[in-house]
């Protein structure tokens, strides 16, 4: 059956995030995507000073409801970055009411990274954004992001009982399921760790020195488009997990001037034969 999902999300202009890698990503899944915009932003926040930043908070619920005049539904939500607290709740109210019977609301709680919250955000904001945990079927954080909705120190150095921890104590706040990126528990490889019905499992691949922004808005997406796609949660993680490591590869050589993003418009062809 062919599924509709509405992404809700930033763009930023420049810079392969957000709304800018869900639309392509989800679509090359076979699956159609519309977008809210939280917000405009001449760039992403990350390492680029002096951006633009037009909130879209007051929009939100007039779009809303031209769509319930329209009788547009969605068979799953996907959010991502989030401009301001009151737009986390209007978020929250938006999925209540233009999801189908069982549609899936998958949270990618943007808020930091290694160890840091993003630029503009506050502990308010966490606040705000656990609230939105909460109504979760699937959480997609990465440690720095667990750390911060569970209050739990955050670590570079953990191993499974740490993160089977912060993975229940994140199912605590309300979230059917965690999916949480950038977990290794060995020199040189990777990872996704799995938590769902109280049981750990992890996806292991080889790590790729390299920071990039960006690709946990490129795994989210993948995993989006193929779960909706048919495919179970394990496989739709392998499925994101390879098609992101392939996106990272694609950069590497040109890191330099690269550095804003990756490359995964190269990896696509992959991607799309994973559905085949
Ligand atoms: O990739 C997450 C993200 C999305 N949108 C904006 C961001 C970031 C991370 O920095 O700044 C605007």
Redesign the pocket.
């Known amino acids: 059956m062919y599924k509709r999902v509405l992404t809700i999300?930033?763009i930023?202009c420049f810079?392969q995030?957000?709304s800018t890698v869900a639309l392509p990503i989800v679509s090359a899944c076979g699956i159609e995507c519309a977008v809210l915009p939280s917000?405009v932003?001449s760039t992403?926040?990350?390492r680029f000073k002096g951006y633009t930043f037009r909130d879209l908070t007051d929009d939100l619920l007039p779009i809303r409801d031209h769509w319930v005049k329209e009788g547009i539904k969605f068979d799953a939500f996907y959010t991502?970055?989030l401009g301001s607290v009151r737009q986390v709740d209007i978020v929250r109210e938006i999925m209540e009411t233009t999801g189908n019977q069982g549609a899936l609301r998958i949270v990618d709680p943007?808020l930091a990274?290694a160890g840091k919250l993003?630029?503009g955000f506050d502990m308010n904001f966490v606040e705000a954004m656990k609230r939105l945990c909460a109504e979760a079927d699937v959480l997609l954080p990465n440690i720095s992001e667990a750390s911060y909705l569970t209050g739990m120190e955050y670590t570079e150095e953990y191993d499974r009982p740490y993160i089977t921890e912060l993975c229940k104590r994140l199912c605590d706040l309300g979230t059917k399921s965690v999916i949480m990126t950038g977990i290794g528990f060995r020199e040189g490889y990777t990872g996704i760790a799995v938590y769902e019905n109280g049981e750990l499992n992890h996806y292991e691949h080889k790590k790729v020195s390299m920071w990039c922004?960006?690709t946990?808005?490129i795994y989210a997406s993948a995993f989006t488009g193929a779960k909706m796609r048919g495919k179970s949660t394990m496989k739709a993680v392998k499925i994101a997990a390879d098609f992101t490591l392939k996106a990272i590869e694609n950069t590497v050589d040109d890191a330099e001037n690269h550095w804003y993003g990756v490359k995964f418009e190269l990896a696509i062809p992959t991607l799309v034969k994973s559905f085949e």
Do not use: K
């Open positions: 999300q930033d930023s810079g995030c957000s917000a932003l992403h926040t990350g991502g970055y943007v990274d993003y630029a922004h960006g946990g808005d």
